[in-house]
C-alpha cells in the first residue's frame, strides 16, 4: 500500500528540522572550541614570554650578585695592598716614608705626585723650580702655556688618557750644575720629556734653555649603571 503524500511531507519536515539543529550545534561547538583554542595559543604564547622575560631577569641578577661578591672580595685583598704598599720602611725611589724631602714620603704620596689628576701649572712651575734649585742652579724663566680653561673639559672618565703639559725652561749655572739638572729631571718620580736642550757659554758660566713635556692624568670615573632587561 503506498504511502500517503502528507504523512511523507511531515515525516521529511521534522528530518530536515532535526538536521538543521545538529548543524547549528556542530557550528556553535565548532565555533566555541576555536575561540578556547585561539584563547589558548594566545594566552599560551603570552605566557611562555613573561616566562622568559623572567628567567632573563633572574639570570642577570644572579650575574649582578656574583659581581658584587667578587668586588667584595677584590676590595678586602686591595685594602691589605695598600696597606703593605704604603707602610714599606723606604719608599718607592730610596727616600723616607716620614720624611719631607723631595724623594721622602710614603709610596701612595708618591704616585699621586707622579702623575697628577688635574691640569695645574702653576704647581707643575713650584715643582720645576724645587729641582732646579736642589742643583744650585739660577732661574732665568720659567715659561708654558697654561691651558687650564681648556683642560677643564677633560672631566674624569672611566677609561683616562694622559694629556701632554707643554714647559720651557732657562737657567744659568755651571757645568756640574747643569749636568746634574738632566739627572735630577730623569731621576723625577713625575715623568719629564726633554725634547729640546741647547747649552752656552763657559763651563763656569752657562746657560741652559729646555724645552720639556710632562703630564697629568684626569681622575678615574667609577660608575654604577643600570641595565634595562629586554
Do not use: H, W
Request: proline share 4%; glycine share 6%.
Amino acid at each position: 500500500m503506498a504511502s500517503k503524500p502528507g504523512r511523507i511531507s511531515a515525516r521529511t519536515s521534522i528530518k530536515r528540522v532535526q538536521i538543521d539543529k545538529s548543524q547549528s550545534t556542530m557550528l556553535i561547538t565548532t565555533a566555541v572550541a576555536a575561540f578556547f583554542l585561539a584563547f589558548m595559543l594566545v594566552g599560551g604564547k603570552a605566557l611562555v614570554d613573561q616566562i622568559r622575560y623572567q628567567n632573563k631577569v633572574i639570570g642577570t641578577k644572579k650575574e649582578a650578585v656574583a659581581q658584587l661578591r667578587s668586588n667584595v672580595q677584590a676590595t678586602s685583598s686591595l685594602n691589605n695592598s695598600y696597606k703593605a704598599f704604603v707602610s714599606t720602611s723606604q719608599n718607592v725611589i730610596g727616600g723616607n716614608p716620614q720624611g719631607t724631602g723631595q724623594e721622602d714620603g710614603d709610596n701612595a704620596k708618591i704616585i699621586l705626585d707622579a702623575l697628577p689628576s688635574k691640569y695645574d701649572f702653576p704647581a707643575l712651575a713650584t715643582s720645576i723650580e724645587k729641582i732646579i734649585n736642589s742643583q744650585n742652579m739660577a732661574i732665568s724663566s720659567i715659561g708654558g702655556s697654561d691651558d687650564e680653561v681648556a683642560q677643564i673639559e677633560k672631566e674624569a672618565s672611566p677609561s683616562p688618557e694622559t694629556v701632554e703639559m707643554p714647559f720651557q725652561v732657562s737657567v744659568t749655572g755651571n757645568y756640574q750644575g747643569a749636568q746634574g739638572l738632566i739627572t735630577a729631571f730623569n731621576r723625577s718620580i713625575r715623568p719629564f720629556q726633554i725634547k729640546k736642550l741647547s747649552i752656552s757659554g763657559s763651563q763656569n758660566q752657562m746657560t741652559m734653555n729646555i724645552d720639556g713635556t710632562t703630564y697629568y692624568q684626569p681622575a678615574k670615573n667609577f660608575n654604577i649603571t643600570k641595565k634595562v632587561v629586554k
